[in-house]
């Protein structure tokens, strides 16, 4: 708690060596040019002790991920929320890519990385990946970090991160909200492991709804739910 009683989050390098610290400080750096009510914000840091610290706002609902794959939880997220989450997710994404002074690609989104807040609002988290890009560049070639069953295959293959590869990242995200499983499943097997295949061999089967998430199939309108699920096959 700062002394004028608001609550902070403090995010602290669990090992100390170059690689977390640059990690860090990226960051800082990034975050310090962020202005957007979809993506949390810094509010200070410390890289001068042991172990650096960043000082954030905190976001109190905890993780996306968890509030999809945790079954404890009592009240699942309604098919309007989720929405709201994608919708916010994409507001985000639009704005790191394309309003900021210089470019952002985020470089690893993902439902661990989307926090909520007590209304259920989406807050883009963790920029220790992120890039800035120039203007006139189209794509980031770097070794390939992020995370598996979110990662862009393209830019697997080639190395060459592009806002597409975040746009990508978001599109396994989205399906996450309407199917509510794991991006990588530990019950399907081959092809249909990876959650973003199994959905567009659904799609292509004509069998989608039948993995639609059951909070998801109770609240939405089947001509609706298809229309997202078109959509997120053009992401």
């Known amino acids: 708690m700062l002394v004028d009683g608001r609550i902070v989050a403090v995010k602290k390098s669990k090992v100390v060596d170059e690689s977390q610290l640059e990690q860090f400080i990226n960051e800082v750096v990034i975050l310090s040019q962020v202005n957007h009510r979809n993506v949390v914000k810094l509010l200070g840091c410390c890289l001068e002790t042991d172990v650096p610290l960043l000082v954030s706002e905190f976001i109190p609902n905890g993780t996306l991920y968890d509030h999809l794959h945790n079954k404890t939880d009592e009240f699942p997220i309604s098919l309007n929320v989720r929405l709201q989450i994608a919708t916010e997710v994409a507001g985000a994404l639009s704005y790191l890519h394309s309003t900021t002074s210089i470019p952002i690609y985020h470089r690893d989104i993902k439902t661990t990385n989307v926090l909520l807040d007590d209304k259920y609002r989406a807050k883009v988290s963790d920029f220790g990946t992120s890039r800035f890009v120039a203007i006139d560049q189209t794509h980031l070639t770097t070794l390939v970090e ?90």
């Not at 399907?188 to 004509?206: C, I, P, S, V, Y």
């Not at 609240?219 to 699920?229: S, Y």
Request: charged share 20%; net charge negative.
């Open 146 to 235: 992020g995370t598996f069953g979110y990662l862009d295959p393209e830019y697997f293959q080639s190395s060459q991160f592009t806002e597409k590869s975040d746009v990508y990242s978001f599109g396994v995200v989205l399906v996450e909200l309407l199917i509510g499983e794991k991006p990588i499943s530990l019950t399907r097997f081959g092809e249909h492991k990876n959650l973003a295949t199994h959905f567009m061999l659904a799609m292509e089967e004509g069998n989608v709804m039948s993995i639609f998430d059951s909070v998801v199939i109770k609240e939405g309108m089947r001509d609706v739910l298809l229309v997202i699920a078109n959509i997120n096959i053009h992401v």
